[in-house]
C-alpha cells in the first residue's frame, strides 16, 4: 500500500508541474513555503538518526560491537532500515499534501477535493458503523478501527466545510432559480455525510475522541460566526479558545495512582498491556529516540511472555514520536502545529469567500493534534493522507488568488 501511494503521488506530481499554469505555480509557492519548509525538518532529523555519528549512537551499537568484536559504526537508529522506510512513507505524505494544495489553488478545483474528502470520510464512517452494528469485535483489528476513528472525526469538520461551501453558493446564485435544486440536493448530501460521520462517532468513539472532536467542530463553528456577523472580539477568542485547549491537554497531569506518562494517560482505547509496553519505552528511550520506524523492532524487548502482540506503535501517536524521533522533536511538531493552527485560523479571518477552507484545515488540524494523544491512528495510512490532503487545500486557499505579491 506504501509503495502504490508513492507510486501514485509521484506520477500525479509530474502532471500536475506539467499542467499548472505560471500563475497558477507562482501563488501555489507563495503560500507553500512555510509548509515545505517546516516539513524538511522531521525529514532531515530521520536522516540523521541513520547517519552513523557514534557520538550519538543508540547503547545497541555499543552492545554488538562488544559481542561481535569487531567495530561497528552506530547509529541513533536501531534499524536505519526501517528509519529509510519511514523517511519514504512520510515523504509520500508530504508529496500528497503538495499535490493537494497545488491541484487547490483554482476554486473549482478546490471544491472538487472538497467534496471528494466528503465521499471518502462518509465511507470510513460507514465502515465504523457496520461494523459497530453487524460485526462487533470482529473484522476490524484495533489499529485500522483508530484509523477509521480518527477518519470520522475529522470527517466531521470536512462534512461541515462542504455544508458551509453549498450554503454560500446559494447564497451567490440565489438569483438563478435553475441552479438551486442541484445545490439544494448537494447540500442534503453533504448534511447525510455529516449525519453519517456523527452517528459513527457516538456510536464507536471514546469519550477522548469525542472531545477532540467536539472541540475542532466548536473551534470550526467560531470561525463561521465570526466571519458570518463580523464580530472582532469574538475572533480573538475564537482564535485563543483553541489553542488555550490544546495547551490545557497536553500538561494536564496524569492519573497518580497510575504514574501514565502525559503521552500515554489519555490512551482509552489501547490494551493494557501495550500502554505498560510504551511507558516502559519511553522511559528507556534516549533524547535523541531509538529512530523512525523502530518501534517494532524494539517492542519485543519489553514485551511480557503472555502478552499479545504489540504491533508497530505505541498506544498513542504522541508516544510513537516521542520513542522513535525522541521528545524534543515531538515538542516542536507540536509546536509547529499549533502555529499552523493559528496561522490558518487567522487566514480564514483575513478572507473573504471560501473562508471556510482555511477554518477547516486549522479545525481538522486541532482534532488530529489532540487525537495524537489519545490513539495511534495518525500514524496510519488512512488518517495520514486525508490529513495531508486537508492541510494542502487548507494552505492553498488561506489566501486570495488576486493578493499582489
Known amino acids: 500500500m506504501q509503495g502504490l501511494v508513492a507510486g501514485i503521488g509521484a506520477i500525479a506530481l509530474v502532471i500536475t508541474a506539467r499542467a499548472l499554469r505560471p500563475g497558477e505555480t507562482g501563488f501555489l509557492i507563495s503560500v507553500i513555503r512555510p509548509l515545505l519548509v517546516v516539513a524538511a525538518v522531521p525529514a532531515l532529523w530521520v536522516l540523521i538518526q541513520v547517519l552513523p555519528l557514534r557520538v550519538l549512537a543508540h547503547p545497541i551499537w555499543k552492545s554488538a560491537e562488544m559481542g561481535l568484536q569487531h567495530p561497528i559504526a552506530g547509529t541513533m537508529s536501531v534499524d536505519p532500515g526501517a528509519s529509510i522506510v519511514a523517511l519514504g512513507q512520510y515523504l509520500s505524505v508530504t508529496a500528497v499534501a503538495l499535490l493537494s494544495a497545488a491541484v487547490a489553488v483554482d476554486r473549482q478545483r478546490a471544491e472538487w477535493i472538497l467534496f471528494a474528502l466528503t465521499a471518502a470520510v462518509t465511507g470510513i464512517a460507514l465502515i ?12 476490524l483489528a484495533a489499529f485500522a478501527r ?11 469538520i470536512i462534512a461541515s466545510a462542504a455544508c458551509i461551501r453549498m450554503i454560500e453558493r446559494h447564497e451567490v446564485r440565489r438569483a438563478s432559480p435553475p441552479r438551486s435544486m442541484p445545490i439544494l440536493s448537494t447540500f442534503m448530501a453533504c448534511g447525510a455525510a ?4 456523527g452517528a459513527a462517532l457516538m456510536l464507536g468513539a471514546k469519550r477522548e475522541a469525542l472531545f477532540a472532536t467536539g472541540y475542532g467542530l466548536f473551534a470550526f463553528a467560531c470561525m463561521m460566526i465570526v466571519r458570518r456577523f463580523g464580530l472582532g472580539l469574538l475572533a480573538v477568542t475564537g482564535m485563543a479558545v483553541p489553542a488555550l485547549g490544546i495547551a490545557v491537554l497536553l500538561v494536564a497531569v496524569h492519573p497518580p495512582d497510575r504514574g501514565t506518562n502525559v503521552l500515554l494517560a489519555f490512551a482509552g482505547e489501547a490494551p493494557p498491556s501495550l500502554i505498560a509496553l510504551s511507558e516502559h519505552m ?10 523512525a520506524g523502530t518501534f517494532a523492532a524494539v517492542a519485543p524487548i519489553y514485551r511480557e511472555m503472555d502478552d499479545p502482540a504489540s504491533g508497530s506503535v505505541a498506544a498513542t501517536a504522541a508516544g510513537t514520536f516521542a520513542i522513535e524521533l525522541g521528545q524534543p522533536m515531538l515538542w516542536l511538531i507540536t509546536a509547529t502545529t499549533v502555529g499552523f493552527i493559528l496561522m490558518l485560523l487567522r487566514a480564514s479571518l483575513q478572507r473573504g469567500r471560501d473562508s471556510f477552507y482555511p477554518a477547516m484545515g486549522g479545525s481538522c488540524l486541532i482534532t488530529l493534534l489532540l487525537l495524537a494523544f489519545t490513539n495511534a491512528g495518525l500514524l496510519g495510512t488512512a488518517t495520514s493522507l486525508i490529513a495531508a490532503a486537508v492541510l494542502g487545500l487548507g494552505f492553498a486557499q488561506s489566501k486570495s488568488r488576486t493578493v499582489r505579491f
Do not use: E, R
Request: charged letters at 10%; one cysteine or more.
Open 128 to 139: 465504523v458503523l457496520t461494523h459497530d452494528l453487524f460485526f462487533p469485535g470482529a473484522w
Open 282 to 291: 519511553l522511559d528507556d528511550a534516549p533524547v535523541v529516540g531509538t529512530g
Open 194 to 197: 455529516l449525519v453519517i460521520c
Open 146 to 156: 483508530a484509523q477509521a476513528i480518527d477518519g470520522t472525526a475529522v470527517g466531521t
